[in-house]
């Protein structure tokens, strides 16, 4: 069986992980091999994080671009692509996405030469509102597809709701690198007190992680984060970790507001952000619209609390009320600023559920992901999976 992956960029930390534990399977598995085509190194918004080391990946490769994503024409990714399915001849093309037209002219191309195909998704229902016209526009080209590979059961949903079939459904899982994670977050725990100490943080705190953009929802968090302080004569602080269009908005509504306790830092890479979880005690992620929201692995993986916006395409999966955290409607303050004031109200229930959190996110590791592909190329190309179609 050989499977070849067309990916937007190489510079994508998590999805390599996935990809090199795909190419493990392949070293051990005679009937299996792998080609990932990825269309350039980086996009234009990662150029300031750096780029890969080609000698950083361990799977194989190819390349249609050198520089940045948004300079590859259409013509080049096109022929790239078809310049790979001809030379590689794959039993099985795993498409990342609808977004790019690109991908249209592949699945003609697949269709016409009756190669399996495999469709990864991680749009919800709700992270976006939907059009009829495009709905219908990508319910063909779903209908097309011989499996897909979704990030969470919402992700499958949608799928559902666009033509895909329940057998057809092989994936419904999104991960981190759990283990460096929490490697990286054990070394920083360490002299966490003394760096909130040299931060003048508060001794207990709720953090953010994302880019400081409208969906995430951040005046929400601030003012529900407000009114709670303004009823409760505690300890806790908010960490705010990110940069973006709204990052000089937000502080000034933390001034207008006169919301005490609130510390905003730069962002930082994915190797720093578990340092800052060291800072923190419960993760918060009030977006209006996420299709998954992988810093909420990150967290649980920290063995952290999470408290999550039923939008966010994890909530569904990996966040458990009153067990691990806490989802909430993201429109509705009143509601929100009650979970808060119970978690902050209450620190002797965090320890408990941030353990209940590190045992759930076990299950989402990229060698448990990379397994569930394999048995889905696998799944797409018995004689059996077609016959029950």
């Known amino acids: 069986m050989k499977v070849l992956i067309l990916h937007n960029i190489l510079w994508a930390h998590y999805k390599s992980l996935v990809f090199d534990a795909l190419n493990e399977i392949s070293q051990k598995s005679e009937d299996f091999e792998l080609l990932v085509v990825q269309t350039a190194r980086t996009e234009r918004s990662r150029i300031s994080m750096g780029n890969t080391s080609s000698t950083e990946v361990r799977y194989p490769y190819k390349l249609i671009g050198e520089g940045v994503l948004e300079d590859v024409s259409l013509k080049q990714r096109i022929l790239g692509m078809l310049s790979a399915i001809r030379e590689f001849k ?57 499996g897909f590979f979704n990030f969470g059961s ?41 760096t909130k100490q040299n931060q003048q943080l508060k001794k207990y705190n709720l953090i953010f992680v994302g880019r400081l953009i409208s969906f995430k929802n951040l005046s929400f968090l601030i003012k529900a984060f407000g009114l709670a302080k303004s009823k409760l004569s505690n300890e806790w602080g908010l ?73 966010c395409g994890c909530a569904a999966d990996i966040v458990k009320d009153g067990i691990n955290g806490f989802t909430f409607n993201p429109y509705d303050i009143n509601h929100f600023e009650e979970i808060l004031i119970a978690v902050m109200n209450d620190i002797t229930k965090l320890e408990k559920m941030g ?12 060698q448990k992901v990379a397994e569930e592909m394999y048995n889905g190329f696998c799944k797409c190309t018995s004689l059996s999976y077609y016959q029950d179609k």
């Open 90 to 146: 794959p039993d099985v093309v795993n498409i990342t996405g609808y977004y790019d037209l690109a991908f249209w002219v592949v699945l003609f191309y697949c269709k016409l030469h009756r190669i399996k195909l495999v469709l990864s998704n991680e749009s919800t229902a709700v992270d976006h509102i939907r059009n009829g016209l495009k709905e219908k526009i990508k319910s063909i080209f779903v209908r097309q597809f011989d």
């Open 355 to 366: 353990k209940e959190s590190e045992r759930i996110i076990a299950e989402y590791t990229p």
């Open 239 to 311: 960490i705010i970790l990110g940069d973006g269009e709204e990052k000089a908005k937000l502080e000034n509504l933390t001034k207008e507001q006169n919301v005490e306790d609130i510390n905003f830092f730069p962002g930082v890479g994915w190797q720093e952000v578990p340092r800052y979880l060291a800072l923190a005690d419960v993760l918060v992620l009030p977006s209006y619209s996420e299709p998954w929201g992988l810093v909420v692995n990150e967290a649980m993986a920290c063995a952290m609390p999470v408290i999550v916006s039923e939008n």
């Open 154 to 194: 919402l992700s499958a949903q949608y799928m559902l709701s666009l033509g895909a079939q329940s057998n057809q459904l092989l994936v419904e899982k999104n991960c981190v690198d759990n283990a460096t994670i929490r490697t990286i977050y054990d070394d920083a725990k360490l002299q966490a007190e003394q």
